[in-house]
């Protein structure tokens, strides 16, 4: 169907200087603690985003004089390809246009008509635009507390399913507990942390925090031995109870040398048959121990439109998301697209360790 100039005329001929002028207006988003935007590229596959260096080494390592093991290569045939693009469609039905001839026609200030436009204009490119970072989001998250990333048909319902996609994150950095921390009366969170932290530095690996969900911290916050350790270097005296808040175990955590806790609490909205429903990407029972900085890159490629536009339609760019209008006609329709190729690459992979909490070694 061909796609034709928006409904909103000279409004939507300056899309990029209303993205700039509302900038604050958009939904904050979390990776951009851990990650910066790479340099954007014309294409965008694994190999680029993954490294080719560590997808190379994930051959097996036998002795000269055995003979090459056989094995399946599906895991690695699946980095091999170009990263999917990231797009979504926001579409103005003919109700929906027929308010907006309702507004060009109501008696009222120019300004107050024009501020009504632009509210219903920005509605949709502040989806269009926030979209994209969110499914960002879900990545980074994962990845960081899976060691992978998982396209799979419940964070992705009406798109492609390519299932686990692993960052080939080292397996000896992936830990279990001595006692899961949900039993608090035999659980050892403490000793959990000062084991990961010994192992760690015997590889000259030193981390600034632990990211864990709320619900995680809470277990470690019931745990004996947490009170215990708390109740000892607060010095409370015998028989009182110690109210073992984030900032108290962080303090304890800072002068012993340990990583403090950061809490990761990301609910993002996934849309199926127009009903949203809440996910959450970071996996519940891990807590990720991480390095101080940056953790990686989100490699980008330009969108083919950003190359070769489109005649008639109009564009805008937010933090490397394309946004579009246009209309089409059988059905009449005007929509806001957006597309991002996107994937990240966590550069500090080798120096991030997962402790899986609810799993007993």
Sequence with gaps: MEKIQSVFGKYAERLQVLVDASLQKFEPVWFKKYFDWS????????????????IEAAASVVDRKSPAPTRSRQGLEKLSGTVPAIKESFRMNEEDY???????????????????????????????????????????????????????VTNNPDGI??????????????????VIWSTPTTSTPITDIKTIVIAANAKGIKFEKMLMTLETFWKLQLSAETVKQLSGFF??????????TLEQINQYLNANFFPIIEIVNEQIGIEKDGLITTFNPWNANSVSFIPSGKLGLIHNAFAIEQMEPVAGLNYATYENVLIKKYRQHNP?????????????????????YILDVETAA
Excluded: H
């Design 161 to 178: 399913i390519t299932n686990d996609i692993d960052l080939l994150m080292p397996s000896d950095n992936f830990k279990k507990v001595a």
């Design 98 to 152: 027929r308010n907006f001839q309702s507004v060009q026609q109501m008696n009222v200030s120019d300004q107050t008509k024009r501020d009504m436009l632009m509210k219903l204009l920005f509605d949709d490119v502040k989806k269009a635009g926030d979209a994209p970072l969110k499914r960002v989001d879900i990545m980074c998250l994962q990845a960081l507390s899976l060691g992978k990333v998982q396209i799979n």
């Design 235 to 244: 010095r409370v005296a015998q028989g009182q109870a110690i109210a073992s």
């Design 332 to 352: 009449w329709g005007e929509f806001t697209d957006c597309e991002l190729n996107a994937f990240p690459g966590v550069e500090a992979i080798d120096r991030i």
């Design 39 to 54: 340099t954007p590229t014309s294409t965008l596959t694994y190999v680029s985003a993954i490294g080719r260096n560590r």
